[in-house]
């Protein structure tokens, strides 16, 4: 099973229409990451954190008239590795939280413009979305297991971790640790909850998350060393702005930061920003 997944990960960043082959990098070559952070897509409402289907439309086409190209983290990875190359201009398209929204409103588009997307989610609310049959509602329903199977099966998706249950203000602010916890007894509440969901979907839906969006953006030494010892390649934080990942340098593909799409703003003000950060970023090199 486990092999099975780990083809069937490489058969999605290979077969994919953004993972075509391109021009040969060279160790030390660069790119410019940038991250687009969604989270629910509502054709009800509108908010920080919530986009309607036609904003996000907007924003696909306004990215991709800007030059950017979308990929997917387990690419990102592989050039970080030495293992293949990028576009110039690569931007990741991610959803947190694994809404059922993203598979009823997100879904269509990314089949519509021909792209590919990364939805990171939390186990806990996937189970009971999955236990209790209330799993259809765009407004509040999260994405059962069954959804992650369709999503998997569209080529277009690739699933992240978001922690089982560890989305949470308290007992800890997401990930952190707890007050008079030792070091070992933390490492091993951090591994038995990320195993936890990594291993439900593995047997679920036959695949193995290598990328991981750490909740509220709270992130760790020692968590980062759990996520390299659990076979890890890439995490998302919630820092505003873009990253620069080596080809040849596996670690610089952690810690990708990340521009909330907040619906409260224009498509075109929040491609302003992100090409304002890709030209400082552009600039520093």
Not at 132 to 155: A, F, I, Q, V
Request: with cysteine.
């Amino acid at each position: 099973m486990k092999r099975f997944a780990a083809i069937l990960t490489l058969l999605i960043c290979l077969a994919l229409p953004c993972a075509l082959p391109r021009a040969a990098a060279e160790e030390g070559d660069e790119r410019i990451v940038t991250a687009l952070m969604y989270h629910s897509v509502l054709a009800s409402r509108q908010g920080e954190y919530i986009v309607s289907p036609a904003r996000l439309e907007e924003d696909i086409k306004n990215f991709k008239e800007a030059g950017y190209e979308f990929v997917l983290p387990c690419e990102v990875a592989l050039y970080a590795r030495g293992e293949r190359t990028l576009p110039e201009k690569p931007a990741i398209l991610t959803f947190d939280d694994g809404h059922y929204n993203n598979l009823y409103y997100a879904l269509p588009l990314l089949e519509k413009y021909d792209v590919c997307a990364a939805i990171n989610v939390i186990g806990a609310f996937s189970a009971f979305s999955s236990d209790s049959g209330d799993c259809d509602n765009p407004n509040y329903s999260h994405l059962t297991w069954e959804n992650m199977r369709t999503l998997l099966k569209s080529g277009r998706i690739e699933l992240g971790n978001h922690t089982y249950n560890m989305h949470k203000y308290s007992p800890r602010f997401g990930i952190s640790p707890l007050d008079k916890e030792s070091d070992k007894e933390y490492e091993n509440a951090l591994f038995l909850d990320f195993s936890r969901l990594h291993e439900k979907v593995l047997q679920e839906c036959g695949y193995s998350m290598k990328c991981f969006a750490f909740p509220f953006g709270k992130y760790t030494k020692i968590a980062e060393q759990v996520l390299k010892n659990m076979g890890y390649t890439l995490t998302f934080t919630c820092n505003e702005g873009v990253s620069k990942v080596t080809f040849g340098a596996p670690l610089s593909c952690f810690y990708i930061r990340r521009i909330n799409m907040d619906g409260r703003k224009t498509s075109l003000s929040l491609l302003h920003k992100a090409e304002r950060y890709y030209v400082q970023a552009s600039s520093s090199e």
